[in-house]
């Protein structure tokens, strides 16, 4: 399972979660649990709605959210004494 920000055209963000990253061969994006990028309520769906279609014409782009797993590193450019 992977959380996914969903920058759509003319619209906040939504986080979604999704079992796979979206490919390039994908013509929409399908995830549940949406919510906007606080966590809070995405106040233009309906109350209840649980799975939302995204179709990639209307996608920006997609940023794959770190997992709490997942450590990431980076080289400093500076000595770290």
């Known amino acids: ?3 996914i920000l969903v920058h759509i055209s ?7 979660d ?7 061969q994908d013509t ?5 649990n949406p919510r906007l990028r606080t966590d ?6 309906e109350d209840g709605v649980t799975t939302v279609i995204f179709p990639w014409w209307r996608v920006n782009f997609v940023q794959i959210l770190p997992t ?3 450590q990431i590193e980076f ?6 004494d």
């Not at 929409?28 to 549940?32: D, L, M, R």
């Not at 809070?40 to 769906?45: D, N, P």
């Open 75 to 80: 080289e400093l450019p500076y000595r770290d």
């Open 68 to 70: 709490g797993e997942e």
């Open 40 to 45: 809070s309520e995405v106040t233009w769906l």
């Open 18 to 24: 999704v079992d796979d990253i979206p490919s390039p």
């Open 28 to 32: 929409c994006i399908v995830g549940k």
């Open 1 to 3: 399972m992977y959380t």
């Open 10 to 16: 003319n619209q906040e963000p939504v986080k979604i």
